[in-house]
């Protein structure tokens, strides 16, 4: 029986200069995330393994994620950060991909100043040494950035990219578009996956499964099961949804699904992205 696999969660030693955005709803998070906190937590959901997501910009924690995995069986995989932009990228990454835990780089995107840093050559050029290093990009972005992601993934066809969050719509609001049509646009290049996360924080305080209906409604018309990945942000999601909680409403949704598109999106597609 194929694993369960939690796509995206993170793990934090806190600092306050380096989480100043775990602000307002999201202050309780603001205390260290470590792998025994992770374990009783992937066990209460039913999920036999994750994927460990970058939460700071720097080398010293994509290290510190890959040496956390090496002694956690429980996480698969990680997707870490390098520094896209730099010319040494090359000799970078030939430093971390020895090791077999690292299966992609991030950046957050969704936080830089400039709302076409994504269209940088610089950039590009790094998306251009991951393709051939064979890692994948997560992409993180709001929902406001799509037309420019778009720009970039017909960049790089042998790239693969995997949308986290499914690029943060204004749930709270109850806005569709213009976000549902771009995702349409998007999700018809094959080399991009999406993850199944970060609704319940998009979402107002006392959101309901309804108010998240349409928006999943729209992923899965768009990307189809076979390239969704059910995944948590944990521990991000908590002040707005208990972790057994998310996953007991992803497993609901898909009841209706074939077994074989609930295997895919609660793991297969997850192990076959990122090589697990």
């Known amino acids: 029986m194929p694993q369960t696999i939690d796509a995206h969660h993170h793990l934090w030693h806190f600092t306050p200069s380096e989480f100043d955005w775990l602000v307002g709803p999201l202050a309780p998070l603001r205390r260290d995330f470590l792998p025994p ?25 994509t290290h510190w994620l890959l040496h956390l995995a ?52 610089d950039f590009n050029a790094g998306i251009r040494t991951l393709t051939r290093h064979n890692l994948v990009y997560d992409i993180l972005i709001f929902e406001r950035h799509l037309p420019q992601t778009i720009q970039v993934v017909d960049r790089h066809p042998n790239q693969t990219f995997v949308l986290d969050h499914i690029a943060k719509p204004l749930i709270a609001t109850g806005t569709l578009e213009p976000w549902a049509t771009r995702i349409r646009t998007l999700a018809q290049r094959p ?21 998240l209906t349409p928006y999943l ?8 099961p076979t390239r969704l990945l059910a995944a948590s942000d944990w521990p991000v999601l908590l002040p707005a949804c208990p972790y057994p909680d998310w996953f007991t409403l992803l497993r609901d949704f898909f009841a209706p699904y074939t077994p074989t598109e609930q295997s895919a999106i609660f793991g297969q597609t997850a192990t076959t992205v990122y090589r697990l």
């Open 37 to 61: 906190d992770l374990l009783p937590t992937l066990k209460s959901a039913g999920i036999d393994g994750a994927i460990t997501v970058q939460a700071r910009q720097t080398l010293e924690e």
């Open 191 to 211: 080399n991009v996956f999406c993850k199944l996360s970060g609704l319940v924080t998009e979402a107002t305080p006392n959101w309901t499964p309804a108010q």
């Open 70 to 121: 090496s002694e956690t069986p429980e996480i698969k995989g990680v997707v870490g950060w390098a520094p896209l932009i730099d010319p040494n990228l090359t000799q970078i990454l030939e430093d971390l991909t020895p090791n077999p835990t690292l299966k992609g780089l991030r950046h957050v995107l969704q936080a830089e100043p400039d709302p076409n840093f994504i269209l940088r050559e």
């Open 217 to 224: 409604e729209t992923i899965v018309e768009a990307f189809t």
